[in-house]
């Protein structure tokens, strides 16, 4: 039997006849088979039945009944959205017997059918494993441990176990089950391939304990992964607070906190690779990486505490997430590894924090080993496209269309444990709202105006701020990157940069992007909120301290530039370019941040002013409220003045930490106390992985302010009775490596210990600052330091696609014109092949060739339609004699005349034109064809009448594929087969 394909083109044709990618011809009649959803809710995945078919070729099939949704078949502003098929049926088949409703203790209060089915079950040492062409059906039970197929505490199932053939499961399907698809529990080098899994319940491809690892899971397809109840993570909202037997007392579950995890690959530790697989649709999340602190059930005490976190990630290549509810790829989080009890009440393995870190031989003391999510496809998915939460995480080669949000990178914070740690997105496209519309119906619960008023599905709500890229804390890093059609509407702001919304967390001014291409399409390149809906006050200390770095000005203008909210006056300047659309300013000068702890009393506000702008402080809540130390992290621009004043008293103890400060940089603080209080000060050196100090100094009091101002070198502070204000300064006297927050020697800071004399409230003068002697701000952006021409390096390549790794693709535009579309403004009919633009400024048909084989421009013709017989035989001489076999052929035409034809169509039937084609009316037309055999499935012709909109077409085309016969596919082949068997280590034996 024929196996599931991934990427298959989904193409009415003849009604119900369906062009697909790859070769189908071991498919047959009565097969069944599944279309997956193209659009936000997983519901609009289809299943079919097969009719004979002898008219169909190798890559077609037909099927019985018409879609009732809009499936992609094309790649879409360069994101391959076309639709997965899988196959349903095998030649073997296990299935239960069912009854016709629910019974017994089967959770009948929650499901309404029966879901008691069978189980296979694969244990330790057993002989040998090898399951393929097989079919199972209603397997399955909502209790621990039955499922479909289960691999249980089998240990090492490769050769590292003594298997030889490895142990795997290839070429199965499994549908309408009723608890999971394939669990992998205390297994390892477990090979899964080319496995469908459609419309099960809970976690389908679950790696359970957080122990399994170097297990590959490679081109599978999981869809309509629907929520169940086993775990809390497999649970629904409604489930969720209805299962409460396992918490402890009277503790009611948050259900988007503790449930509403449900995914179709769960994976628990990060060392196992996951290679072309498709994620088409669950309940929650695509691709979950989640983490045990310690390992669970039956594998408790495998590994070390903390391991699963700091373990390296194996391959991940070319995977896809979409139409899923909450995430296509979530990376972070963990399960909780106690019991419920008074101290914390929820119940065991709901989801928990935990931060992905990974370093060699799982050891933090040890280099930082880089995961690299490699060619993402997200796209459909209603929250988003992905979430990674750690440190060292390199998105690349990626595309990101039509979520919510896009990719939202959130370290390992900005004052990290994991010192040093950053994450990184490159060379990846990111489309806000594509051409793909979407339809009614589905479940698909949005449907509204898009930007360019035509309706759409739309994700989460009407209202809801789009954003490509959004930066949560950092430090994060984005470059080589292209945004396509993020434009704002009359219901909703929309922008390509924007940042997490109601954020009680700060934002490090590491973070930074380069190499940035802004298609025109773009609205909005940046947006900082605004008080509103989604945003709330928008007054949440995140949100106050929002900025990145702009290092060239691919998005700004203005190279080495600071954004930031407008009503930063920590950060702005008089030399700064307000940005009232974005509600930014744009800034030049140095910027790092102010880490401030504060001890006793609790839950302090702190106001924070640059000396320039006294009567505009920060107002800053601090993070963790109710902590016994309350943190604060202002951005601060360096070599500037500071005062420093708190609602609700003083702080006994004061940590001031430099972060990200280089060696040499500083900033002055004044700090208002009540009179009479006395001070110790000293500094030392925190090294936060180890918890030593080191290179302890004492501040000693000077006796003026201007003491402390001319002797920066020195640690002194001079305490002003008659204002109430301390004075010293805070100086990085140890250089920074990379993107460290701290110097090589640990973390510098200053401990102020405060012996509060008086009760009387604190009452200091708005700015203490009489004399000034630190350095004037940065200079004024001026026009001249704008970058006006654009850069020919910034952006993506032009195609995000999972597909064959050999294939490359073309981008083709064409437009004609009718003499009403001239007469209504529109100038110049084109061609536009990639970058290449040939403007066609006559009337009459204009054609471009190119090579199919290497996308090279070939010829070029204009035909002058003066008379038929002339336009003819010119047109017939050019495809026949001008043009080379395996051309992509387009045509366009500008303000032909109203003439009749009865021949010469021959001549584009050769292009692959379905029917003859009537070029002499009044109107406009696009064609796409190809010459050459046999006919590709991406032909397209498109007509208008007079009156009219332009005829107009755009198309990604594949070069060198099979089908053409280019002389170098046999080599390109070869040369991509090998790639691939390397990256699976020589597991895969038979990749095609």
Not at 872 to 879: F, L
């Amino acid at each position: 039997m024929g196996c599931p394909h991934i990427g298959f083109k989904v193409e009415a044709v003849k009604g119900i006849v369906l062009d697909l990618e790859d070769d189908t011809s071991s498919w047959s009649p009565n097969d069944r088979i599944v279309i997956a959803s193209t659009d936000y809710s997983m519901y609009q995945a289809e299943e079919f039945g097969l009719l004979p078919c002898p008219e169909c070729r190798s890559n077609q099939v037909k099927i019985d009944g018409k879609p009732h949704y809009l499936h992609m078949g094309e790649i879409v502003d360069g994101i391959d959205m076309r639709a997965e098929v899988g196959l349903l049926t095998r030649n073997i088949i296990i299935k239960s017997e069912m009854e016709e409703s629910c019974y017994g203790q089967n959770s009948c209060d929650i499901f309404n059918y029966d879901t008691f089915g069978g189980q296979i079950k694969i244990q330790k040492n057993f002989k040998s494993f090898h399951m393929s062409g097989v079919e199972l059906a209603a397997l399955g039970q909502q209790i621990l441990g039955s499922y479909p197929v289960h691999f249980h505490l089998a240990g090492d199932v490769d050769e590292e176990g003594g298997y030889n053939p490895p142990t795997y499961l290839d070429n199965v399907a499994i549908h309408h089950c009723y608890s999971r698809c394939v669990v992998v529990h205390g297994t390892d080098g477990l090979l899964i391939k080319d496995v469908v899994a459609y419309d099960t319940l809970g976690h389908c491809f679950f790696l359970e304990d957080g122990v399994e690892q170097r297990n590959t899971l490679y081109h599978n397809l999981g869809l309509l992964t629907r929520s169940g109840t086993i775990l809390p993570t497999d649970r629904d909202e409604a489930t969720c607070l209805k299962m409460r037997k396992n918490v402890f007392g009277t503790y009611r579950p948050v259900p988007s906190t503790d449930c509403m995890a449900v995914s179709t690959f769960w994976i628990a530790n990060p060392n196992n690779n996951l290679i072309n697989n498709a994620a088409a649709g669950a309940q929650d999340v695509g691709i979950w990486y989640i983490f045990h602190r310690v390992p669970t059930g039956h594998s408790k005490g495998r590994i070390p505490e903390g391991q699963a976190e700091l373990t390296p990630m194996g391959v991940f290549y070319n995977n896809r997430v979409h139409s899923n509810f909450k995430a296509g790829l979530f990376i972070g989080k963990g399960v909780k590894t106690t019991n419920a009890s008074a101290e914390d009440p929820r119940e065991y393995l709901t989801v928990d924090n935990a931060r992905f870190r990974p370093h060699q031989d799982s050891d933090p003391a040890k280099p930082r080993v880089p995961a690299v999510i490699d060619g993402l496809i997200a796209f459909k998915n209603n929250d988003h496209g992905a979430w990674a939460r750690g440190g060292e995480i390199v998105f690349q080669n990626c595309g990101f269309a039509d979520n919510g949000i896009g990719l939202t990178l959130a370290s390992d914070g900005t004052f990290p444990t994991d010192e040093g740690s950053s994450l990184e997105v490159t060379d990846s496209i990111f489309v806000g709202e594509s051409s793909n519309v979407g339809c009614h119906g589905g479940l698909n619960s949005y449907w509204g105006e898009g930007a360019n008023g035509e309706n759409r599905t739309l994700p989460r709500n009407k209202t809801f701020p789009i954003r490509g890229f959004q930066i949560y804390d950092g430090p994060v890093r984005m470059t080589k990157c292209t945004f396509k059609k993020f434009t704002p509407t009359a219901d909703r702001y929309t922008s390509a940069i924007g940042f997490f919304m109601k954020n009680a967390w700060q934002i490090s001014p590491q973070n930074n992007v380069s190499l940035i291409k802004m298609e025109r399409s773009v609205g909005i390149n940046v947006f900082f909120g605004k008080p509103g809906q989604w945003f709330g006050a928008c007054d949440m200390d995140g949100d106050k301290t929002s900025i990145f770095h702009d290092l060239d000005g691919s998005v700004t203008g203005y190279p080495d530039s600071f954004v930031a909210r407008v009503d930063n006056y920590l950060v702005h300047h008089p030399g700064c370019l307000i940005v009232p659309r974005w509600n930014a300013v744009i800034c030049n000068g140095q910027y790092a941040q102010l880490y401030i702890q504060a001890r006793r009393p609790e839950d302090l506000v702190l106001l924070i002013s640059r000396e320039t702008y006294p009567s505009r402080p920060l107002r800053l809540q601090g993070v963790n409220r109710g902590a016994p130390y309350q943190q604060y992290q202002p951005v601060v621009m360096l070599q500037q003045a500071y005062i420093l004043r708190w609602e609700g008293g003083t702080p006994e103890e004061l940590i001031l930490y430099p972060v990200n400060f280089n060696r040499g940089n500083w900033i002055q603080v004044a700090l208002c106390y009540p009179k009479g209080t006395t001070f110790r000060i000293v500094s030392d050196i925190n090294q936060r992985h180890t918890g030593k100090v080191h290179s302890v100094e004492q501040y000693l009091a000077a006796a003026s302010i201007q003491s402390v101002l001319a002797n920066t070198d020195k640690r002194l502070y001079f305490h002003d009775t008659s204002s109430g204000y301390l004075f010293l300064h805070v100086k990085a006297n140890h250089p920074r490596k990379g993107h460290s927050y701290c110097s090589k020697q640990g973390c510098e800071r200053v401990k102020i210990t405060a012996h509060v004399m008086s009760t009387a409230a604190t009452n200091c003068p708005p700015n203490p600052y009489a004399v000034k002697s630190f350095n004037a701000p940065a200079k004024r952006l001026s026009v001249s330091r704008r970058v006006l021409t654009p850069c020919d390096f910034c952006g993506a390549s032009q195609v995000a696609i999972s597909s064959e790794p050999h294939r490359s693709f073309i981008r083709v535009q064409v437009l004609s014109l009718s003499r009403t579309n001239i007469q209504n403004g529109l100038k110049s009919a084109f061609i536009k092949v990639n970058e290449e633009v040939f403007l066609f400024k006559k009337q009459g048909l204009f054609f471009v060739s190119v090579d199919v084989c290497t996308g090279e421009v070939k010829s070029r013709l204009h035909v002058d339609i003066l008379s038929t017989s002339q336009a003819i035989s010119a047109i017939d001489s050019y495809i026949i004699t001008g043009i080379k076999e395996r051309s992509v052929v387009l045509v366009c035409s500008r303000d032909i005349k109203e003439l009749s034809m009865d021949s010469g169509v021959s001549s584009f039937l050769l292009l692959g034109s379905p029917k003859a084609v009537q070029l002499f009316r009044k109107g406009s037309f696009a064609l796409l064809g190809y010459k050459g055999q046999p006919r590709p499935s991406w032909i397209k012709i498109v007509s208008r009448a007079e009156g009219r909109e332009a005829a107009s077409l755009q198309q990604y085309i594949p070069l060198k594929l099979k089908q053409y016969k280019c002389p170098s596919y046999t080599a390109e082949y070869r040369k991509d087969e090998k790639l691939l068997r390397g990256i699976l280590q020589q597991k895969l034996l038979d990749v095609k």
